[in-house]
């Protein structure tokens, strides 16, 4: 189960990649909020992982404006985030130009998302089932 996680959580990262400017920057007011997060991935009923980061007010944008794994670029083309909804679709591409396509779409407040992802092919065109990040805000610290 552990490997399974370990192969979904990058991917769960790029899934919650915001553009700058989006609603869920951090100089909006409808922002997610800094502070201390919970995010569980989940996947035909089972959480395969769960992982907290704390993130600093100056790490809002850079934690979700497209974070990535080591091994990929990630492109979202298309993000459409505001009035407590997010839609992203878009690409990640490896090293030797493979790409797997990536979308999410799913409801957010500034101390709660959910992301509900569709099943897709990684770039090693291994299936990937479709998952939701469950997050919430744990607190300021």
């Known amino acids: 189960m ?20 989006s609603s869920l920057n951090a100089a909006s007011p409808a922002t997610v909020r800094a502070g201390y997060w919970e995010y569980r991935i989940k996947s035909f009923g089972l959480t395969l992982d769960t992982e907290y980061w704390c993130v600093k007010p100056a790490q809002i944008d850079k934690f979700f404006n497209g974070p990535c794994n080591r091994h990929h670029t990630c492109t979202y083309p298309t993000r459409v985030v505001g009035d407590g909804k997010a839609l992203f679709a878009g690409y990640w591409e490896n090293d030797e130009g493979k790409r797997a396509n990536v979308e999410a779409s799913g409801e957010y407040t500034p101390t709660h998302f ?17 998952m939701t990040i469950d997050a919430k805000w744990l607190g300021e610290t």
Not at 2 to 21: D, H, K, S, W
Not at 114 to 130: C, F, H, S, Y
């Open 2 to 21: 552990r490997r399974i996680a370990a192969v979904l959580a990058p991917l769960t990262l790029a899934l919650i990649a915001l553009a700058p400017g």
């Open 114 to 130: 959910v992301l509900k992802t569709k099943p897709t092919r990684g770039t090693n065109g291994v299936p990937i089932p479709a």
